[in-house]
């Protein structure tokens, strides 16, 4: 793909990835209960993009920052945001996911885990006076997610699990 005679360079995010940078990138994913929140800077025209799957864990101070979890990608966001002479509440926030895979099991499957990754997600980024400008999150199925990080867009494609089963019916 270009953009004004420019390639644009695309990169796929899978759980527990996460890229923070600039450029003509665009940065996909694919999302279940997993959340991701994507970060922009209007004046500067950077950002990122994480895909976490759980608000966090017990980690020993020896253990490596993990992607995998909220509170860590946001530590690696944060140096991040550092490294660029950036502060928190330049940029803006939208956060996608945290659907319920499960909708018809009867259960709740952990507690509802998108609902918590939604949750931690809005704490992480009020505590950091980050402002959230959109939001697609919660339902019953997953989500194709796609974040131009040189202009902030967010393209979204959700696929309702409780409406494809009335239509099917």
């Given at each position: 793909?270009?953009?004004?005679g ?29 959340v ?5 800077h209007?004046q500067?025209?950077?950002?990122g993009m994480?895909?976490f799957?759980?608000?966090g864990?017990v980690?020993?101070?020896a ?15 944060d140096?991040e945001?550092?490294r ?5 509440r330049?940029?803006?926030?939208k956060?996608?996911g945290?659907?319920n ?5 009867g259960i709740r ?6 609902q ?8 992480l980024?009020?505590?950091?006076g ?9 339902g ?8 131009d990080?040189?202009n902030?867009d ?11 089963r009335s239509?099917?019916?």
């Amino acid at each position: 793909m270009t953009t004004q005679g420019h390639a644009v360079r695309e990169i796929h995010l899978n759980p527990g990835d996460l890229w923070f940078g600039g450029g003509l990138v665009r940065l996909r994913t694919v999302l279940g209960s997993c959340v991701s929140i994507t970060l922009w800077h209007p004046q500067r025209r950077i950002g990122g993009m994480c895909h976490f799957m759980l608000p966090g864990r017990v980690r020993s101070k020896a253990a490596e920052l993990s992607g995998k979890y909220a509170d860590e990608a946001f530590q690696i966001f944060d140096a991040e945001m550092s490294r660029a002479g950036t502060r928190h509440r330049e940029y803006q926030a939208k956060i996608f996911g945290g659907g319920n895979m499960f909708p018809n099991a009867g259960i709740r499957i952990q507690g509802d885990v998108g609902q918590r990754n939604v949750e931690i997600a809005h704490k992480l980024l009020a505590r950091r006076g980050i402002e959230v400008v959109v939001q697609h999150v919660g339902g019953a199925g997953h989500r194709k997610l796609i974040f131009d990080v040189w202009n902030g867009d967010a393209w979204l494609n959700f696929q309702d699990m409780l409406a494809e089963r009335s239509e099917k019916a």
